[in-house]
């Protein structure tokens, strides 16, 4: 039996998640790049507190960076 069970493709894509889950987004009603990931699947905007329902590691709103 082999000791790592998970190759480098493996890693590389939970960079990629992580990368995507740090992201900040836009929000719709105050336009502030304020939407921070609250938890899977579940966004959130610091500044007005509007809850968004979406992805789970990125959302289909525009990322601002
Ligand atoms: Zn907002």
New binding site residues.
Partial sequence: MRVTRYGVGVRKRIDEIHKLRSQKYL??????P??KRLYSGVWK?K????EIADNAYSMSIKAIN
């Fill in positions: 929000c719709p009603r105050c336009k502030k304020a939407i905007c500044r007005c507190g509007l």
